[in-house]
């Protein structure tokens, strides 16, 4: 069992940047793939980044490529995503997930842990 608390959310201006962090419960964080999902009103939940454990390598979805970062600290049990350039189109409540992936890393049905999430409004 995993539990995940995201934190960092907030409301930042068009252009401007935040960085979320995901912390994780549990002695075995270096072999979960991270993954950050979002959710916007009315909207179907999307993928935006993922991390495999492991080896590091990182995926995006286009819509935030070149602008966001995932990354993460197995010391500290934490992923992060850093957001810059930030378009009010990226306004959403934004989610961790962790599972041992071995499927697709877009996929949510791929993660069996998530956290609450977290609200980030990006105004014009």
């Known amino acids: 069992q995993v539990q995940l608390v995201e934190s960092g959310g907030g409301l930042v201006q068009a252009g401007g940047s935040l960085r979320l962090s995901c912390a994780a419960s549990g002695r075995t964080f270096n072999s979960y793939t991270m993954g950050w999902f979002r959710q916007a009103p009315g909207k179907e939940r999307e993928f935006v980044a993922a991390i495999i454990r492991n080896t590091g390598i990182t995926y995006y979805s286009d819509s935030v490529k070149g602008r966001f970062t995932i990354s993460r600290d197995n010391a500290k049990n934490t992923v992060y995503l850093l957001m810059n350039s930030l378009k009010p189109e990226d306004t959403a409540v934004y989610s961790c997930?962790?599972?041992?992936?071995?499927?697709?890393?877009?996929?949510?049905?791929?993660?069996?842990?998530w956290g609450q999430g977290t609200q980030v409004t990006v105004s014009s």
């Open positions: 997930a962790a599972g041992r992936v071995s499927g697709s890393v877009v996929a949510g049905s791929s993660y069996p842990y």
